[in-house]
């Protein structure tokens, strides 16, 4: 089953508003990834965590990889209309990389 | 940069059919790996290879198999298709490593079956 928790499940927000969600594991995972993924099409990757403690940022997104290992955040800063989207959390725990992923958060933008 | 390919991107079968799908990585990547999305879902992990060898295997239903070729492309097979078959199935390819190392996993753009 799952043992990650993603939250919020859902956003509603206005243009130019930051937009904040993360993830929770029962498990210490060694890899943090976050996704966006538009209706239909595959999830493409936006910030990749390799080491607790760790922040990286991708122009208007920030990730951290938690102290403990078992949380990660994603920050969107000024959102614009395309940020609208599903953003997936994924994580790993072992060594060959299966990855478990967060229910989502749907990400709504208004103008 | 050149991403992961799949085919076909939509695919329509009838109940007991089988299909196959084709999955292409990212040049030079070596770990091919399958997964399921149902509606209003997230992807679920169904089966990967390294090295053309299963390397992991998820919540993947007997009806089905993979194999990942010596060209590093990815095939996933599927027999007495049912109607909760229908999802979208992604591919995602990593550079994994002799280390074995949790590696990015980068995915395709998915092939969504529908099963009549």
């Known amino acids: 089953g799952q043992q990650l928790n993603q939250s919020p499940q859902s956003m509603f927000i206005q243009e130019g508003e930051d937009v904040s969600m993360n993830c929770t594991s029962s498990?210490?995972?060694?890899?943090w990834l976050w996704y966006k993924q538009d209706p239909g099409e595959g999830p493409v990757l936006l910030i990749a965590l390799y080491k607790a403690g760790e922040l990286t940022s991708n122009g208007r997104l920030t990730a951290q990889f938690g102290i403990t290992r078992k949380d990660s955040f994603l920050n969107i800063s000024a959102s614009i209309p395309s940020d609208v989207g599903i953003y997936f959390c994924?994580?790993?725990?072992?060594?060959?990389?299966?990855?478990?992923f967060g229910a989502g958060t749907q990400v709504v933008v208004t103008p | 940069a050149a991403g992961v390919i799949q085919s076909p991107r939509h695919l329509i079968k009838e109940k007991r059919e089988t299909a196959t799908l084709k999955c292409y990585p990212i040049?030079?990547?070596?770990?091919v790996y399958w997964y399921q999305q149902g509606p209003g879902q997230d992807p679920q992990f169904l089966i990967s290879?390294?090295?053309?060898?299963?390397?992991d295997k998820g919540s993947i239903p007997d009806r089905f198999s993979a194999q990942q070729f010596s060209d590093y492309h990815s095939e996933l097979n599927m027999s007495s298709l049912e109607l909760g078959d229908s999802a979208l199935y992604f591919c995602a390819s990593s550079l994994g490593g002799s280390s074995g190392a949790t590696d990015t996993q980068y995915f395709g753009p998915g092939t969504r079956l529908t099963v009549l």
């Open positions: 498990s210490i995972f060694n890899t």
């Open positions: 994924a994580g790993a725990t072992d060594s060959w990389g299966k990855f478990q």
């Open positions: 040049p030079r990547h070596d770990t």
């Open positions: 290879f390294y090295e053309k060898m299963q390397s």
